[in-house]
């Protein structure tokens, strides 16, 4: 196989964190999700984390753990709907394995996501949420492969394996 990592990117609740898990499952690779290990190194929420130490030492710590992550192999890497945007990430993510984008429409977004607490950016109006949708999609478009992700996450894992193999 060519790849050792895939990275998956993509906005909030495109199903990066369940596909990844499913995605590493099939091919026996580990799993890890950036926000769950930033949450893990921190003791702390990704909330709790922008309330009280910023949103910019939050992005910062991303891009510290991605690296980190980058230097593993067979694994199956999920980033936050943030990291995947930083074209400094993208750039990484793209010389180090596999970056698939997951892609979902603004609609599919806020009913997958409404009333989640845990996402400090859901706080915004939905104007400027669907500004960084727009915005985020300049970066995301930049991924080795692109997805519709409103599909079922087993037609989803088995297309990324389908190009892993080909
Ligand atoms: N293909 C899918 N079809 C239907 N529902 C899905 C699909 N993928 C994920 N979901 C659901 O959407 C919600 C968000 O999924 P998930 O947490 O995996 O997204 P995420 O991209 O990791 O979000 P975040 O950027 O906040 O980390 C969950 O309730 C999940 O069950
Ligand atoms: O879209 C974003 O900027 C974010 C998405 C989540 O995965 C978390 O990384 C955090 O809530 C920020
Ligand atoms: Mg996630």
């Known amino acids: 196989m060519l790849y050792n990592r895939v990275f998956l990117v993509g906005f909030m609740c495109s199903g990066k964190s369940t596909v990844g898990r499913e995605l590493a499952h099939t091919l026996g690779w580990e799993f890890v999700d950036v ?7 921190e003791n702390n929420t ?8 910023g949103e910019a030492y939050f992005r910062n710590l991303e891009l510290q753990v991605l690296t980190q992550l980058s230097q ?10 943030g990291l ?15 970056v ?13 996501c409404k009333g989640d607490e845990n996402r400090p950016l859901l706080k915004k109006s939905l104007e400027e949420i669907q500004l960084i949708y727009q915005k985020r999609k300049e970066v995301y478009r930049e991924a080795h492969l692109h997805l519709d992700a409103t599909k079922d996450v087993p037609s989803i894992v ?3 394996v389908g190009f892993l193999n080909r």
């Open 35 to 41: 926000d769950e290990e930033i949450q893990r190194q």
């Open 46 to 53: 990704v909330a709790g984390i922008f309330q009280e130490k």
């Open 72 to 81: 593993r192999n067979r694994l199956v890497i999920s980033t936050g709907g």
């Open 84 to 98: 995947g945007a930083n074209p400094v990430a993208m750039e990484l993510m793209k010389n180090k394995g596999l």
């Open 100 to 112: 698939v984008w997951l892609d979902i429409p603004f609609q599919e977004f806020l009913e997958r």
């Open 158 to 160: 088995k297309e990324i």
